[in-house]
């Protein structure tokens, strides 16, 4: 993941970042492919890990400082209860200043 590292939670969540998956334009156009899906695999390793997270994780530049914020939007009992549209079950990966 090169200069980017993932912050510790702050609280517990049962979220499994399982839906699609999303990247925003400019963190495509701006971090290398690669990047983001390591980034994506060292949250979905937490998640089998731990059982599930909470619904936002933050990556930060060690560099820079940028954020990067990965939210999900819905959690394990969400989609259990089967109650949502399947366009809804997805998770993504942004800037912080796009939120």
């Given at each position: 993941?090169?200069?980017?590292?993932?912050?510790?939670?702050?609280?517990?969540?049962?979220?499994?970042?399982?839906?699609?998956?999303?990247?925003?334009?400019r963190v495509n156009r701006t971090i290398p492919v690669d990047t983001i899906a390591s980034m994506y695999l060292k949250i979905q390793e937490l998640v089998k890990e731990k059982?599930?997270?909470?619904?936002?994780?933050?990556?930060?530049?060690?560099?820079?400082?940028?954020?990067?914020?990965?939210?999900?939007?819905?959690?394990?009992?969400?989609?259990?209860?089967?109650?949502?549209?399947?366009?809804?079950?997805?998770?993504?990966?942004?800037?912080?200043?796009?939120?």
């Amino acid at each position: 993941m090169s200069n980017w590292v993932l912050k510790q939670q702050e609280t517990e969540g049962t979220y499994q970042f399982s839906g699609t998956f999303l990247v925003t334009s400019r963190v495509n156009r701006t971090i290398p492919v690669d990047t983001i899906a390591s980034m994506y695999l060292k949250i979905q390793e937490l998640v089998k890990e731990k059982g599930g997270l909470d619904y936002l994780q933050v990556f930060v530049n060690t560099e820079t400082e940028q954020k990067l914020f990965f939210i999900d939007q819905l959690n394990k009992e969400m989609i259990e209860s089967g109650n949502y549209r399947t366009e809804d079950n997805h998770c993504t990966l942004m800037y912080s200043s796009e939120y």
